[in-house]
């Protein structure tokens, strides 16, 4: 028994996480994520599974997912409730977004990981941060007005050199 327990061990080690996957978000997450999209216009939605207005825009962020912006698009499920369970991947899935970056908060402590994304935060969800190329930070709470998105993504555009 322990001699499987050892294959299986070694074997998720030298794989890395399948498609879909929601990455933990843990302490330190935030300035990793801010760096690997450095200079690239980026969207952070956060969601849960518990919030009905996330669960009503999901199909947009689908949308905006399958059109070729250049953007990156990252969503993180911010709801404490689903730290331990997998019903954030199985609802990317359903909606046509599990090829998208996605993490989920796993930390008992929220309020840090709040806190490092934005002092002001208090959990409130829907979130949306709309990281500019220059790194300027346009805040959305609440739900997003897509038409709104789809003029910060036009303004990103232009600011292609």
């Known amino acids: 028994?322990?001699?499987?327990?050892?294959?299986?061990?070694?074997?998720?080690?030298?794989?890395?996480?399948?498609?879909?996957?929601?990455?933990?978000?843990?302490?330190?997450?935030?300035?990793?994520?801010?760096?690997?999209?450095?200079?690239?216009?980026?969207?952070?939605?956060?969601?849960?599974?518990?919030?009905?207005?996330?669960?009503?825009?999901?199909?947009?962020?689908?949308?905006?997912?399958?059109?070729?912006?250049?953007?990156?698009?990252?969503?993180?499920?911010?709801?404490p409730l689903s730290e331990t369970s997998d019903a954030d991947t199985q609802t990317l899935a359903k909606m046509g977004l599990s090829q998208t970056e996605s993490w989920r908060f796993a930390d008992d402590f929220t309020e840090r990981l709040r806190y490092e994304i934005d002092p002001k935060w208090q959990g409130e969800l829907p979130l949306t941060l709309l990281i500019g190329r220059d790194s300027t930070v346009r805040k959305v709470v609440g739900s997003a007005d897509f038409v709104e998105v789809q003029h910060w993504l036009d303004d990103q555009e232009g600011m292609k050199h």
Do not use: Y
């Open 1 to 79: 028994m322990t001699r499987w327990i050892v294959i299986l061990l070694a074997l998720s080690v030298g794989f890395p996480a399948l498609a879909g996957d929601a990455r933990p978000f843990l302490h330190g997450s935030w300035q990793e994520l801010r760096r690997q999209h450095q200079n690239k216009p980026t969207i952070v939605h956060f969601w849960g599974i518990t919030c009905a207005p996330c669960m009503i825009e999901m199909p947009h962020w689908a949308k905006l997912a399958e059109a070729d912006h250049n953007v990156d698009l990252v969503l993180i499920d911010a709801d």
